[in-house]
């Protein structure tokens, strides 16, 4: 029988590997006046209008994985630095559409391609971003965050045998 530790889980892993980068990104960003919540939320919205997209908030937090009061928090900041417009969506009076600004825009190229170099050197160990052994990792990272998560038992403080 083993006593000793049986070495890192994949959560952990994860859960380091994603601290790694963020760190690494919001390094790589805060010369552009960003951090790396902003970096999603301007690199996810330059994507979406170039795909003719305005999306709300809450459209912007499903596509992030961000919390909505999250993303409504970044866009605000965003907006009062210049780099977002939010207008109400004429379709839905409680929603806020966003849109990069001119200069949004601007920063947001330059911090798409920062960011792609930098993703340049954290894939080298895989062979880089193009590498079957990192599409493999990105299909299985994929996987994983497409899985429903398991329903949460709640704790049942009947004991056993009893009827409440």
Same mark, same amino acid.
């Given at each position: 029988?083993?006593?000793?530790?049986?070495?890192?889980?994949?959560?952990?892993?994860?859960?380091?590997?994603?601290?790694?980068?963020?760190?690494?990104?919001?390094?790589?960003?805060?010369?552009?006046?960003?951090?790396?919540?902003?970096?999603?939320?301007?690199?996810?919205?330059?994507?979406?209008?170039?795909?003719?997209? @305005?999306?709300?908030?809450?459209?912007?937090?499903?596509?992030?994985?961000?919390?909505?009061?999250?993303?409504?928090?970044?866009? @605000?900041?965003?907006?009062?630095?210049?780099?977002?417009?939010?207008?109400?969506?004429? @379709?839905?009076?409680?929603?806020?559409?966003?849109?990069?600004?001119?200069?949004?825009?601007?920063?947001?190229?330059?911090?798409?391609?920062?960011?792609?170099?930098?993703?340049? @050197?954290?894939?080298?160990?895989?062979?880089? !971003?193009?590498?079957?052994?990192?599409?493999?990792?990105?299909?299985?990272?994929?996987?994983?965050?497409?899985?429903?998560?398991?329903?949460?038992?709640?704790?049942?403080?009947? !004991?056993?045998?009893?009827? !409440?």
């Amino acid at each position: 029988m083993n006593n000793g530790s049986p070495g890192p889980t994949p959560g952990f892993l994860v859960w380091r590997l994603a601290n790694k980068w963020r760190v690494a990104v919001d390094r790589a960003v805060a010369p552009l006046g960003l951090t790396h919540a902003q970096y999603s939320l301007v690199a996810s919205l330059h994507g979406m209008q170039r795909a003719g997209e @305005r999306p709300s908030q809450r459209r912007l937090a499903e596509h992030t994985g961000l919390e909505a009061l999250y993303v409504s928090k970044l866009a @605000r900041a965003l907006e009062s630095a210049g780099l977002v417009e939010r207008a109400r969506d004429p @379709r839905d009076p409680r929603a806020m559409q966003l849109a990069l600004t001119e200069k949004g825009q601007d920063v947001t190229r330059q911090a798409i391609a920062v960011v792609q170099e930098l993703h340049q @050197r954290l894939l080298e160990p895989l062979g880089g !971003p193009d590498a079957p052994r990192t599409r493999t990792l990105t299909d299985e990272l994929t996987n994983l965050l497409e899985a429903p998560l398991a329903p949460s038992v709640p704790n049942d403080p009947t !004991p056993q045998g009893t009827t !409440p």
